[in-house]
């Protein structure tokens, strides 16, 4: 399997995105890593590390799915420390990461066909 990282400016927002994946895939590891240590807006490296780590524990990977710029900094600085393989998806936060998790829930996942179901989540049209 492979595990997946939300990581938003926003705790809320994370926790959210990953209540709707999971729901629409139960077996996945969505793992929330947003807002700062403090409670404030903001990412933190230290929270994108340890939901990678926990995402990762079984996992044969981790697609982490980002909110906005700074967030990627974040994101790769945390992967850097990483023993797991791991890599960012460029997708849109909510429909990426329900992509990712139905994908991650089959038994023939790889990294590189769960953050490319997270990536074709940008040609989505909801009209």
């Known amino acids: 399997m492979i595990g997946l990282v939300v990581v938003s400016h926003s705790e809320r927002l994370a926790e959210g995105v990953c209540e709707v994946a999971s729901e629409m895939a139960g077996d996945a590891a969505v793992v929330p890593a947003g807002g700062t240590d403090d409670g404030g807006i903001g990412t933190s490296v230290e929270r994108v590390a340890e939901a990678i ?3 990762g524990g079984d996992a044969a990977g981790v697609v982490v799915l980002v909110d906005l710029g700074s967030a ?3 994101a790769e600085m945390a992967i850097e420390e990483s ?3 791991v890599t960012i998806a460029d997708a849109p936060l909510v429909e990426g990461t329900v992509n990712a998790a139905v ?6 996942a790889t990294l590189e066909s769960v953050r490319e ?3 074709e989540a940008r040609e989505l049209s909801k009209l």
């Open 72 to 74: 990627v900094m974040s």
């Open 117 to 119: 179901s997270a990536e």
């Open 83 to 85: 023993a797991s393989e």
């Open 53 to 55: 780590e926990t995402a």
């Open 103 to 108: 994908s991650a829930t089959s038994s023939k």
